[in-house]
């Protein structure tokens, strides 16, 4: 990969719950020629929520959002999948006709949405850039039995995505992952639910499908589970084994992000990828 | 190749294999490979169709644990899309009772559909000589979700009815309460709201599955997201569903970005929040939440603008 300048869209998870997630990724990224500037004065998406009492408000913080990319004339990176999923549809709607009457309102504020930018995922850099990332690996991490969950997000609505990767057999993290060296098992819910954005309304439910996911990476044989979505990732750690003691098991398994597992293969110590910083001990992996 | 089929006689489930050439598989529809499959092999076998064309939705089936409507589908685009495997499995539709093979039942679900009466009540204006008539934004507003076919796709791979239908609905009863609710001839959408909500509008997931899977590209997962807009507006905003919307809009408004602590705080209130010390313990013991946060984060630069903007979006939509 030749060195490539990204526009940083942390999202609000990266600065707190998942830390370790933008402290593995900024660690990452400087070796396979990344260099990552965060976007000033960014706000939060909405997460899928505000949308739901605000749709205006929403859509004209993710226009601004994309809009101070554009200044920085850098493509948009998010490692967040529903910041990512929240970003493209909001480019979506204004590409499809909401860009005059946004910017009407961005105005206020002395902005103005173009439509000229891109905005991608980790997964996906990662993903268009397989012999830059094998080239970078000095610890393949072929002891290392994992379990690719891909989170909703990542994945869907395959439209809203223009049909980039099939929602229904995706191969990018597969193939990233294979780069990598580890052994990746089977797992039947690799396309499924946490739950994580029901986590507070259907609580029941959502206890039943993180459970089942971590109990299918344990019955499948994997060391862990790896996701590229840091909710993803903070719903199956943070809640494990409150979720696994209500549905009666005792699995506890650790769940890591990409860019930590990534991390891993470059050589980079526990430290460094704040594999330290996982609820359920994730440091053995190392 | 190797059609493999979920059968289910009534008493027993087991799956039956199916040898076919692969000129027996390629430019076939999947239901015409299903139709094959009885006429050539298996007269036994069971599953439901009848139009042909993607109108009367009867034909919705599984393959490889993903739904799709059988007369709309090509055999072609399966063998690409699953990397011309060796063999193929057709299944029922998932979170329906099976009946027999590939037929389900419908009747629970014709139940939720009525229980949010998908019929509309026109307002007083109209009349028998007026007529009830619509400007064409306002039938674009619905004119989508009347393409729904009722095939069950959506429904089979919700991930939330996994898990439990015993308080939520399948996503295509939330698809025709959007249709009726947004009518613009209909005297009160509440009639069609309320009983939403009462059946789960609030515990969808976001898993999307309902937008990719319905072969209409009816989105039942932005249906469910414009009745909730409705549902605050309206003032019905009981329960840690709403609060929880709210508190990600407060923090945008507020600061610009998220406060995890006034999250949780807000979406559940204090008390419920005592019983997830533990959690709360683990992640300050991890450095990963700011007990300080409890005291406000500062506002991000140029937050000023930005709620200038949402003001100004705000006042230009304002109903």
Redesign the interface.
């Given at each position: 990969m030749q060195q490539k300048d990204f526009a940083f869209f942390p999202g609000?998870?990266l600065?707190?719950?998942?830390?370790?997630s933008k402290m593995s990724l900024e660690a990452i990224a400087p070796i396979l020629g990344i260099t990552l500037h965060e976007i000033?004065?960014?706000?939060?998406c909405?997460?899928?929520?505000?949308?739901?009492?605000?749709?205006?408000?929403?859509?004209?913080?993710n226009a601004?959002n994309i809009a101070l990319a554009e200044n920085m004339n850098m493509p948009m990176l998010t490692t967040c999948s529903t910041c990512m999923?929240t970003l493209t549809r909001a480019k979506a709607a204004l590409d499809k006709g909401a860009k005059d009457?946004?910017n009407?309102?961005?105005a206020?504020?002395?902005?103005k949405y173009q439509g000229n930018n891109e905005i991608t995922s980790l997964l996906w850099i990662l993903y268009e850039n397989l012999d830059t990332l094998k080239s970078k690996v000095v610890k393949p991490l072929s002891n290392l039995k994992v379990a690719l969950f891909y989170g909703?997000?990542s994945i869907?609505?395959?439209?809203s995505y223009n049909a980039k990767e099939?929602?229904?057999?995706p191969k990018s993290f597969e193939a990233v992952v294979s780069a990598l060296g580890a052994t990746i098992v089977p797992f039947e819910k690799r396309l499924?639910?946490c739950?994580?954005?029901?986590s507070?309304?259907?609580v029941?439910?959502?206890q039943?499908?993180s459970s089942q996911i971590v109990g299918n990476a344990d019955k499948n044989g994997a060391d862990c589970v790896v996701t590229p979505c840091p909710l993803c990732q903070m719903q199956l750690d943070?809640?494990q084994e409150?979720y696994q003691d209500a549905m009666g098991s005792e699995i506890r398994k650790p769940i890591i992000h990409l860019s930590q597992l990534v991390g891993l293969a470059l050589g980079l110590s526990n430290e460094q990828l704040g594999l330290d910083?996982?609820?359920i001990d994730a440091t053995k992996l190392a | 190749m190797k059609i493999l089929i979920d059968r289910f006689n009534g008493v027993d489930k087991f799956v039956q294999a199916y040898d076919l050439s692969i000129d027996e598989v390629k430019g076939k529809t999947l239901l015409a490979l299903l139709q094959h499959i009885k006429r050539t092999q298996d007269i036994s076998l069971n599953f439901t169709s009848a139009c042909r064309m993607a109108i009367c939705g009867a034909c919705g089936v599984r393959v490889?644990g993903?739904s799709y409507l059988a007369c709309d589908t090509k055999m072609d685009d399966l063998l690409k899309?699953?990397?011309n495997p060796e063999s193929l499995k057709i299944s029922p539709l998932a979170n329906f009772k099976v009946l027999s093979d590939l037929v389900v039942d419908w009747e629970p679900s014709i139940e939720n559909l009525r229980k949010i009466k998908p019929t509309i009540t026109p307002k007083e204006a109209f009349s028998d000589k007026k007529g009830c008539v619509q400007t064409q934004a306002e039938v674009d507003a619905i004119k989508k979700q009347w393409d729904c076919i009722l095939c069950g796709c959506c429904a089979s791979e919700c991930?939330?009815l996994e898990?439990?239908s015993s308080?939520?609905m399948e996503p295509f009863v939330f698809t025709h309460a959007f249709r009726a609710a947004y009518d613009s001839r209909s005297k009160d959408a509440l009639k069609h709201l309320k009983p939403s909500i009462a059946n789960?509008l609030?515990?969808?997931?976001?898993?999307?599955?309902c937008?990719?899977r319905c072969p209409k590209?009816i989105?039942a997962?932005d249906d469910i997201?414009m009745l909730?807009?409705m549902a605050?507006k309206k003032g019905l905003k009981d329960?840690?569903?709403?609060?929880?919307?709210?508190?990600?809009?407060k923090?945008?408004?507020d600061t610009?970005?998220?406060n995890?602590i006034y999250l949780a705080l807000r979406?559940?209130g204090v008390l419920a929040n005592t019983t997830k010390i533990?959690?709360a313990y683990?992640?300050m013991k991890?450095?990963?939440?700011?007990p300080l946060?409890i005291f406000g984060d500062e506002e991000?630069?140029?937050?000023e603008?930005?709620v200038?903007?949402?003001?100004?979006?705000?006042a230009?939509?304002k109903e």
């Open positions: 609000c998870v600065s707190q719950a998942a830390k370790e000033k004065g960014w706000s939060c909405g997460a899928s929520q505000a949308q739901d009492v605000d749709p205006i408000a929403a859509l004209v913080a601004r999923l009457r946004i009407e309102y961005l206020k504020g002395n902005m909703c997000h869907r609505p395959e439209k099939s929602s229904t057999n499924d639910c739950g994580f954005h029901a507070y309304p259907a029941k439910s959502v039943k499908m943070i809640y409150r910083l996982n609820i | 490889n993903h899309e699953y990397d991930n939330k898990a439990d308080d939520y789960g609030w515990m969808c997931v976001h898993c999307q599955e937008a990719d590209g989105s997962a997201a909730r807009v605050m329960g840690t569903g709403p609060a929880h919307a709210e508190a990600f809009l923090d945008l408004e610009g970005r998220l995890e979406s559940e533990d959690i683990n992640l991890a450095g990963k939440m700011n946060h991000i630069e140029g937050h603008d930005l200038k903007m949402i003001e100004a979006a705000r230009a939509n």
